[in-house]
């Protein structure tokens, strides 16, 4: 695996880490100003997410990721793909879920930042 592979794949660790703990900062110190991120539960933005990763209403209480893959498409840009499954805490306690997922970088001032992450659930 090589430093840029072994690098994004951490990163996906840090992101999914940072939503389990409510960590808002490491949203906003990864995430490029106009990122996007879609998934089940619909479509954000940075300025959106931010505060929601840190109010943490329903925090990721599990996450595990599997069968990682990474292409370096450019010297400053790459693709991370994956399977998750993780489980969500509600009201109604935890509920598991999996998704394929798929996070687009873009390396700016030597920082590989997340410009979008897609989910499809299983």
Do not use: C
Not at 45 to 62: G, S, T, Y
Not at 69 to 76: A, E, H, M, Y
Not at 78 to 88: C, M, S
């Amino acid at each position: 695996m090589s430093d840029i592979e072994k690098l994004l794949s951490a990163l996906e660790e840090e992101l999914w880490r940072a939503n389990r703990a409510g960590d808002g900062t490491a949203y906003e110190r990864l995430l490029r100003k106009d990122a996007l991120l879609v998934s089940r539960f619909g479509t954000a933005d940075k300025e959106r997410i931010v505060p929601l990763i840190e109010a943490n209403h329903n925090p990721f209480v599990r996450s595990e990721l599997s069968d990682q893959q990474v292409r370096v498409l450019s010297p400053d840009s790459a693709l991370v793909t994956y399977r998750v499954e993780y489980t969500a805490r509600t009201d109604q306690g935890g509920v598991d879920h999996t998704a394929l997922a798929t996070t687009v970088y873009s390396r700016e001032n030597d920082a590989w930042l997340v410009v979008l992450h897609q989910q499809t659930p299983l």
